[in-house]
């Protein structure tokens, strides 16, 4: 499938079905991302998206993931939230942009914050939907055997809710990645978001589809490396194999 849409995207542009500000062609793609390259300016942006990303994500797990245990404890505690968290789901955390850039300014705080917004619920309902599935056979072993509740949570949960907690970090990883692009491109001064942006705006649209193309790469390569790294940590279960379509 890839070669033949390279295909066509090179008769396109040799053949000019499109115009050629456009779609340029493959090579003038090539030759721009080249150029990217020597000039650090590829690496520089793709080196700042990451690291608001994986500074995002590690807030995100250490909110998500505390909060859903302390929920899967505590009843009321579900009760309690369940309203607003069913709200802010509702939410789209693009639209939140404006009023982010209000609050915290254009710096990395309104970049994280949206991160934050947009990872936290597939990591937060995919840890809890892990703990409260957890065989009924495990949980009657621990009650006859009077396992404290963190000999419990430590021995019992985790280790049984960790293909959905893997699950929930794969989404989160991919939800913040997609979020970042989208603020970037608002209101940012530097990433791979406002380097398609900024091409755009200056009439270089080889350039936008080398951040495009970086994009999905880098997507790809994310992937793979943690499905990897998951199917290793958890080598019973096969998540790749799920997930193959």
Request: charged fraction near 15%; aromatic fraction near 12%; charge should be neutral.
């Amino acid at each position: 499938m890839p070669s033949l849409i390279l295909l066509l995207w090179t008769a396109a542009s040799y053949w000019e079905w499109v115009h050629p500000y456009l779609l340029p062609s493959p090579l003038k793609v090539l030759n721009a991302a080249w150029s990217l390259l020597i000039r650090g300016e590829l690496l520089k942006h793709l080196g700042v998206s990451l690291k608001r990303v994986l500074c995002g994500f590690a807030l995100t797990m250490s909110i998500a993931f505390p909060l859903s245990i302390l929920i899967h404890f505590l009843g009321w505690l579900k009760n309690l939230l369940k309203g607003s968290l069913e709200f802010l789901r509702s939410i789209p955390p693009l639209s939140a942009i404006p009023l982010l850039i209000l609050w915290f300014g254009i710096g990395e705080a309104s970049k994280t914050a949206i991160i934050v917004m947009a990872s936290f619920f597939p990591i937060f309902l995919n840890v809890l939907s892990g703990l409260e599935n957890v065989d009924e056979c495990w949980k009657e072993l621990s009650d006859s055997i009077q396992l404290k509740k963190s000999d419990y949570l430590k021995n019992i949960l985790i280790p049984s809710a960790l293909p959905s907690i893997l699950t929930g970090i794969q989404l989160g990883i991919s939800y913040s990645w997609r979020a970042l692009m989208g603020a970037e491109m608002i209101a940012a001064a530097s990433g791979v978001g406002y380097l398609i942006l900024d091409s755009q705006e200056m009439g270089r649209i080889d350039r936008v589809f080398v951040g495009i193309i970086t994009l999905g790469i880098c997507g790809i390569i994310l992937d793979h490396f943690l499905m990897r790294m998951f199917n290793n940590w958890i080598p019973w279960k096969n998540l790749e194999e799920g997930q193959r379509w």
